[in-house]
């Protein structure tokens, strides 16, 4: 079956910079992959997500890569607030192998210092 | 979104007893999902609903069980609560296969 690993599961990045958070999947066949933000005690929400017949997706200060070939995709944060700081997760499906159902990452906690 | 709705948000039992949680939701989804989330485990999927008459198991559905009573309402049960079953329950809903899941507020259960 599928398998997601993220890195790292830690960051720290000062206001204003960048934060990249990568992701790897094992199932050749996934075919979609959501990023969801989960501030502390509140419910995990999708911030952005790509389907396999992309390379790239922006959403203002957000976007996500996906390279196929190498099975892994990153999540991009520019210019980095403090209300950015959060847990962000990776997933993966796809329809045959998971029956659709996501896949998640272990989780990065994102710290942005001010 | 306030359309997924979990009850309750906090329960703290003792070891033994049976425990239901309960979700509804009013976004008309025919899929619905029970995670279960631990520090540095990520979410683990207890169990999945495709429809009413189709329940599944998910990474690990031991020690609980499900009902789809309804299109919009998935329950989940400790039939007989554990400590190591303390954790953060999220229900989750989703449209189709491959799509994004959009999540209820969480029930934080304590086992003593």
């Known amino acids: 079956g599928e398998n997601v690993e993220q890195h790292p599961s830690t960051l720290s990045v000062q206001e204003g910079d960048s934060a990249v958070i990568k992701c790897t999947y094992s199932?050749?066949?996934?075919?979609?992959f959501p990023w969801y933000k989960q501030e502390l005690g509140k419910r995990p929400q999708l911030i952005i997500d790509?389907?396999?017949?992309?390379g790239e997706k922006k959403d203002q200060r957000i976007a996500v890569t996906l390279n196929k070939t190498a099975k892994h995709f990153s999540l991009h944060i520019t210019e980095t607030q403090p209300e950015d700081s959060a847990v962000y997760f990776c997933?993966?499906?796809?329809?045959?192998?998971?029956?659709?159902?996501?896949?998640f990452g272990k989780g990065t906690k994102l710290s942005v210092k001010p | 979104d306030a359309d997924v709705t979990q009850t309750p948000r906090n329960r703290i039992t003792k070891t033994g007893k049976r425990i239901m949680l309960e979700c509804s939701q009013t976004?008309?989804?025919?899929?619905m999902y029970w995670y279960r989330q631990d520090p540095g485990l990520g979410l683990r999927l207890i169990y999945y609903?495709?429809?009413?008459?189709?329940?599944n198991k998910g990474e690990i559905s031991d020690g609980y069980s499900v009902s789809r009573q309804a299109q919009a309402k998935f329950s989940l049960s400790l039939e007989s609560a554990i400590p190591n079953q303390t954790a953060l329950y999220f229900c989750?809903?989703?449209?189709?296969?491959?799509?994004?899941?959009?999540f209820g507020d969480g029930t934080r259960l304590s086992i003593l």
């Open positions: 989750a809903t989703s449209v189709g296969s491959n799509q994004p899941q959009h």
């Open positions: 199932d050749s066949a996934s075919n979609y």
């Open positions: 790509i389907r396999s017949n992309v």
């Open positions: 997933a993966a499906c796809n329809y045959g192998g998971s029956q659709g159902n996501l896949i």
């Open positions: 976004k008309g989804h025919d899929r």
């Open positions: 609903s495709f429809d009413v008459k189709d329940i």
